[in-house]
């Protein structure tokens, strides 16, 4: 009897368990870590039973996987990850409604594939997702109330829905936070839709879409936005790295050191050019990269968040510590995280939740790392996730 080896064809039954104890047939699967809220079971395969308010400070394996990639939701209790074979997997809060696009509104709390192939990523907002194939397809599912699904209609849909175009498949090339959705297209050029009561579309009005609708400018790189209630603002990259912010300016969220009372309904140039991304959220905190492995934070400064190892709010960027080496920076509602190329994990701001990681509950107003080296991390609201050996 032979078993067929993935690599060089049939092998004896000896000659296969050698070769899986050296380690040269399959790869090795990566382990998978969560800690902090096990809202809605997200951490149920830890031994924490679904609906236990039992929450996790460092992280606790909780299975082997495939995963190549895994995306944060931004103060939203849904998690997404890709296989390699371009399957998307979603488990976490499934209701308002059917936020992971199953066809139903039940919560998961262990990854369920999600219909379909040659998903790149998804991204979970208020009441609903979207999520891009490797054809530069663009797909809406859950709430319509505000035109969120782009279909210029308003009925909800509990499975992926397709929005016409060729879009993006950058990693950072969707943002879905609150009631609005915006995303760049194949071309550059960067559309929005959804809610729009104060300008936070960009789009130099406040009447809302329910399909995407151009805002002026091309050569977009990555888009970001944060919303709190009614108000919201948003934040996008082009190549030449320049950052133009809109929307609301409460905690000096816009950093173009103005009063709090300012908004703008179009984009307006923060200084700088040689930005490579920001990113906020839905408590007025907002970080930035630069392309020199700087970051910087501005806005609100409670509860430390912003890690100038202080609680004041800043209304333009200041450069956190003096570290170089950053290549990504996400923030949730209470704490911030961010990686280095040598692939550790840093966080700071509020761990109510445990999500800091540190094995205690508490604020940390500077960075602080999370024990071990990690090839990818994601949060989704209060709860953190991360892959590595």
Do not use: C
């Amino acid at each position: 009897m032979a078993i067929t080896d993935k690599k060089t064809g049939p092998w004896g039954l000896d000659q296969v368990y050698n070769k899986i104890n050296q380690g040269d047939i399959w790869p090795a699967q990566k382990n998978f870590y969560g800690w902090g809220s096990n809202t809605y079971g997200m951490l149920a395969t830890s031994g924490l039973p679904i609906g236990s308010p039992t929450k996790r400070s460092s992280p606790v394996q909780l299975f082997g996987n495939d995963f190549t990639k895994i995306f944060s939701s931004t103060a939203q209790s849904t998690m997404w990850a890709v296989k390699a074979d371009g399957t998307l997997w979603g488990w976490g809060a499934n209701g308002f409604p059917g936020k992971l696009g199953l066809n139903d509104q039940a919560n998961r709390s262990s990854p369920t594939q999600v219909p379909g192939t040659t998903w790149v990523k998804a991204q979970t907002g208020l009441f609903g997702s979207l999520g891009n194939k490797s054809d530069g397809t663009l797909w809406a599912w859950g709430y319509n109330n505000e035109g969120q699904l782009g279909d210029n209609g308003s009925t909800r849909s509990y499975e992926p829905k397709q929005i016409p175009g060729a879009w993006s498949t950058s990693e950072y090339g969707m943002a879905t936070s609150g009631e609005a959705r915006f995303a760049i297209k194949a071309d550059g050029t960067l559309w929005a839709w959804g809610k729009n009561d104060f300008g936070g579309l960009g789009i130099n009005d406040r009447t809302s879409r329910s399909s995407p609708t151009q805002i002026p400018g091309t050569t977009w790189a990555s888009v970001d936005m944060s919303y709190t209630s009614n108000e919201g603002s948003a934040a996008a990259v082009k190549t030449d790295g320049t950052a133009w912010v809109w929307g609301w300016n409460d905690s000096g969220a816009l950093g173009l050191n103005q009063a709090v009372s300012t908004k703008y309904s179009s984009p307006v140039q923060l200084p700088g050019t040689t930005w490579t991304r920001i990113q906020s959220n839905g408590s007025d905190m907002v970080v930035g990269l630069k392309t020199n492995g700087t970051i910087w934070a501005w806005g609100q400064g409670s509860p430390g968040g912003l890690g100038h190892n202080n609680r004041t709010q800043y209304s333009s960027p200041v450069q956190v510590g003096s570290d170089t080496t950053w290549n990504d920076i996400q923030i949730t509602s209470n704490a911030t995280v961010g990686s280095k190329t040598d692939g550790t994990l840093w966080v700071w701001g509020n761990s109510s939740s445990g999500m800091l990681g540190q094995n205690a509950i508490i604020q940390l107003s500077s960075p602080t790392q999370i024990p071990g080296t990690w090839d990818a991390w994601a949060f989704a609201g209060s709860t953190m996730f991360g892959i590595k050996d």
